[in-house]
Nanobody, 127 residues
Framework: QVQLVQSGGGLVQAGGSLRLSCTAS????????MGWFRQGPGKEHDFVAA????????YYNDSVKGRFTISRDNAKNTMYLQMDSLEPEDTGVYYC????????????????????WGQGTQVTVSS
């Protein structure tokens, strides 16, 4: 079992920045491929970004490329999502995800690929 605890998020004006964190426990962090999904009101879970177990490979939804940065610190069992130049369209509940097997595209961009999910955190970007 893996437990994922998220922190960060909140309300920010368009053009601002936020950082999300996700700390894992219960299993060797280094074995986990991880990522972020978001869910807007009335929408499905949309892929945001993913990162390989080593951090050497990162993947982004086209809508966030150049604005968001995913990273991980395996010594701290923590993954991050730095969100810059935020837009109102980025509003939603953001979920941290993890799985042993979801390492490569296109599988790692599918919500069903991830067994473990964080509690979710609200990000609201005002115009």
């Amino acid at each position: 079992q893996v437990q994922l605890v998220q922190s960060g998020g909140g309300l920010v004006q368009a053009g601002g920045s936020l950082r999300l964190s996700c700390t894992a426990s219960g299993r060797a962090f280094i074995n986990l491929a991880m990522g972020w999904f978001r869910q807007g009101p009335g929408k499905e879970h949309d892929f945001v970004a993913a990162i390989s177990w080593s951090g050497g490979n990162t993947y982004y939804n086209d809508s966030v490329k150049g604005r968001f940065t995913i990273s991980r610190d395996n010594a701290k069992n923590t993954m991050y999502l730095q969100m810059d130049s935020l837009e109102p369209e980025d509003t939603g509940v953001y979920y941290c995800v993890a799985d042993i097997n979801a390492g490569f595209p296109p599988r790692n961009q599918e919500a069903s690929a991830y067994e473990y999910w964080g509690q979710g955190t609200q990000v609201t970007v005002s115009s």
